[in-house]
């Protein structure tokens, strides 16, 4: 009977511990297994999967936070990019107030010559833009359901009517 209570009690515990850096760290917890160059907080994700959705909202069809396109950007600035790259990349996203009700507006004021936030995050802003619109286009519910897919790409239709 001891012995229940006690491997009941060492479950609850292994379980707990799971979460313990969620209940300590709250949002600032971080991803820090899922990327080898940098490590990505909860807030940062959140904020970039706010500002891809800004990009690309969701209407009839998917957005691209909903087709995963951030954590796609998140993969290729840890494989393709440069430590430069990335360094610029999380300081523009640290300017940007991702949790404004009219994004869509900050985002186009960072886009412009009148930016206010600085270079690193009109630099961010650009290379996500970029980067959200390659990941969307690529993706495989785009790729399937609504481009039309033909293996060889064109076909030769002749002019020049063939007599026998």
């Known amino acids: 009977m001891n012995r229940r209570k006690a491997v009941k009690g060492l479950l609850v515990f292994a379980g707990g511990l799971t979460f313990l850096p969620s209940m300590l760290y709250g949002n600032a917890?971080?991803?820090?297994?899922?990327?080898?160059?940098?490590?990505?907080?909860?807030l940062q994700h959140d904020?970039?999967?706010?500002?891809?959705?800004?990009i690309i909202p969701a209407?009839?069809?998917?957005?691209?936070?909903?087709?995963?396109?951030?954590?796609?950007?998140?993969?290729?600035?840890?494989?393709?990019?440069?430590?430069?790259?990335?360094?610029?990349f999380f300081?523009?996203?640290?300017?940007?107030?991702?949790?404004?009700?009219?994004l869509a507006e900050v985002l186009l004021q960072v886009d412009s010559k009148e930016n206010k936030l600085g270079a690193d995050a009109q630099t961010?802003?650009?290379?996500?833009?970029?980067?959200?619109i390659k990941g969307y286009m690529n993706s495989?519910?785009?790729?399937?359901?609504?481009?039309?897919?033909?293996?060889?790409?064109?076909?030769?239709?002749?002019k020049v009517p063939v007599k026998s």
């Open 29 to 42: 917890a971080t991803y820090a297994t899922l990327y080898k160059n940098f490590t990505l907080t909860y």
């Open 47 to 54: 904020g970039l999967a706010a500002i891809v959705s800004a």
């Open 59 to 88: 209407t009839n069809t998917p957005g691209a936070k909903e087709l995963g396109v951030h954590l796609w950007i998140l993969k290729m600035l840890d494989d393709c990019y440069d430590q430069r790259t990335r360094d610029t």
């Open 91 to 102: 300081s523009g996203l640290e300017k940007i107030d991702y949790k404004a009700a009219n």
């Open 124 to 132: 961010f802003f650009r290379l996500t833009k970029k980067l959200t």
């Open 140 to 158: 495989e519910y785009v790729m399937t359901k609504l481009l039309v897919y033909e293996l060889v790409p064109g076909r030769w239709h002749g």
